[in-house]
């Protein structure tokens, strides 16, 4: 069984950090193209960043130069370090693993306010 669990979420002000992680099993996780993706009310999913297995990064031009994802192929980890958080950032913000399917984590709210 596919289990993907998102953690690091929560409230922060403006121009703060969060690191969001996410921890992988059922899958081989080293051949595995992981991501990360939000959605703010009343939005469609986006694309926030995404790793391939070989290390490739890909982000969002909304989040360039503040945010950075990275994995553990050992721990069947993946992070996403945001810094200089924006009340625009809010979202939830989902893990997800595409290979041959795509999976999706339940997601973790991120929310950046005063």
């Known amino acids: 069984q596919v289990q993907l669990v998102e953690s690091g979420g929560g409230l922060v002000q403006p121009g703060g950090s969060l690191r969001l992680s996410c921890a992988a099993s059922?899958?081989?996780?080293?051949?595995?193209?992981m991501g990360w993706y939000r959605q703010a009310p009343g939005e469609q999913r986006e694309l926030v960043a995404s790793i391939t297995s070989g290390g490739r990064t890909t982000y969002a031009d909304s989040v360039k130069g503040r945010f950075t994802i990275s994995r553990d192929n050992a721990k069947n980890t993946v992070n996403l370090q945001m810094n200089s958080l924006k009340p625009e950032d809010t979202a939830v913000y989902y893990c997800?693993?595409?290979?041959?399917?795509?999976?999706w984590g339940k997601g973790t709210l991120v929310t950046v306010s005063s």
């Open positions: 059922g899958i081989i996780f080293g051949i595995h193209t």
């Open positions: 997800s693993a595409q290979w041959r399917a795509n999976y």
